[in-house]
């Protein structure tokens, strides 16, 4: 069974930064992509940024471009979320994501493991 504990949210104001980790149980993790989506309440779960195996590819949805960076530490079993110049409008439970394949992919059906999710709250 794979663990994904996330870490790392919080309260920040806008123009500030964050970087969320996610961890990883298991000796499977550098043999999958791994994403990020975030989720507001009464909306849908939203695709955020994720990352190949080894990290050498990595797609973002466009609203976080030239904002967040996804990278991954395959020797820590680590999966990182760097989020700078944020947003209000970014304000959301965080969650990491196993993926069933090896590159990265933006649908959430694709992920097969989920983490419990951590609040990221950006002020005005």
């Known amino acids: 069974q794979v663990q994904l504990v996330e870490s790392g949210g919080g309260l920040v104001q806008a123009g500030g930064s964050l970087r969320l980790s996610c961890a990883a149980s298991?000796?499977?993790?550098?043999?999958?992509?791994m994403g990020w989506f975030r989720q507001v309440p009464g909306k849908e779960r939203e695709f955020v940024a994720a990352i190949s195996w080894g990290g050498g590819s990595t797609t973002y949805t466009d609203s976080v471009k030239g904002r967040f960076t996804i990278s991954r530490d395959n020797a820590k079993n680590t999966v990182y979320l760097q989020m700078n110049s944020l947003k209000p409008e970014d304000t959301a439970v965080y969650t990491c994501a196993r993926a069933i394949s090896r590159n990265p992919v933006t649908a959430d059906g694709q992920y097969n493991y989920w983490g419990q999710g951590a609040q990221v709250t950006v002020s005005s």
């Open positions: 298991g000796r499977t993790f550098s043999s999958y992509a």
